[in-house]
């Protein structure tokens, strides 16, 4: 069983790396890549070959993850480029657990994706764990990420939801605190039937249209924040220019930006709290019915200096 762990915070045989989001995406994409490589070389019972075209570091941690598990060993100085499997690894079953939060289904849809390549078994172990309890377990962290933080990923989190998403039907949710066996039969149950169940490459309508929605679905949330975020830069140098006091200044950017995460949710959750008409999916739109709540908070503050 082959666990590799993606995180941005460096540790000992971690592959991890800082950055803002965009750059993440890249890495992460990049690190799915490498386990590509990995996959190849167990499928056709070959030599695992090093990619033209990587991230050294990244690579090299890749490589220490997979020994550390005996799953690979170095070939011989002349053949630096490949990597020879051992035992462990072309025996049957194996398992490898990519162990992170995937807040995004859009994250864990590229895993499945990879597995539906290969005909390969999926599926998702979600760890339910209520925001108190995180907030507890980071505050006894040696690294604590700021409260701030977790907040906002609980906020993104995007659970598995088998009802909409017809490839997260392998999905087992569990609250983290239960370590019950009943807990650990459902999980036995679940590897084995993504063992017996390997996603077949068909290349589908209904998985078309999933990636398609998955796909205009992320780009409009961009379109979106983007254009809020320019909305709430300026009308906040309005504000200071009509000397709305400094008080009342905080005040309004706590509001504003208040609003902005819930219109941003509501538009990827499909609430339609902000949005008087259901069938509206264009941007320009949706920034409209923004603006005229925002010029309802901007009336308070104006009228107080």
Partial sequence: MCRLRLRRIRRRDLCVYLGPPSQWKLLRQELLKYL??????????????????????????????????DLISSAAPEARSCYLLTKTAVSRPLFLILDDNFYYQSMRY???????????????????????????????????????????????????NPEKNAWEHNSLTIESSE????????????????????????????????????????????????????????????????????????????????????FLEDLRQGNKKYLCFPETTNVSDAIAFFHHEKDNIVQKYFSKH
């Fill in 36 to 69: 590509e490589y990995f996959l190849l070389a167990v499928i056709n019972g070959c030599q695992m070959s090093t990619p033209p075209n990587r991230t050294e570091a990244m690579w090299e941690d890749f490589i220490t993850c997979l020994k550390d598990q």
């Fill in 179 to 262: 370590c019950s066996s009943e807990a650990s039969l459902k999980l036995t149950d679940l590897l084995l039937t993504a063992l017996e169940n390997p996603v077949k490459y068909i290349e589908d309508n209904v998985e078309q249209k999933e990636a398609d929605r998955i796909i205009c679905s992320t780009n409009l949330l961009h379109q979106a924040d983007q254009m809020l975020r320019r909305i709430v830069s300026q009308t906040m140098k309005e504000a200071k220019e009509e000397r709305v006091l400094p008080f009342n200044l905080k005040l309004l950017a706590e509001e504003l930006n208040k609003l902005k995460a819930e």
């Fill in 110 to 160: 590229e895993v499945y994706q990879l597995a539906r390549k290969y005909s390969l078994g999926f599926c998702q172990l979600f760890l339910d764990c209520s925001l108190e309890t995180c907030l507890q377990r980071n505050g006894q962290r040696p690294q604590a990420l700021p409260a701030e933080t977790i907040h906002l990923m609980g906020r993104k989190l995007e659970k598995p």
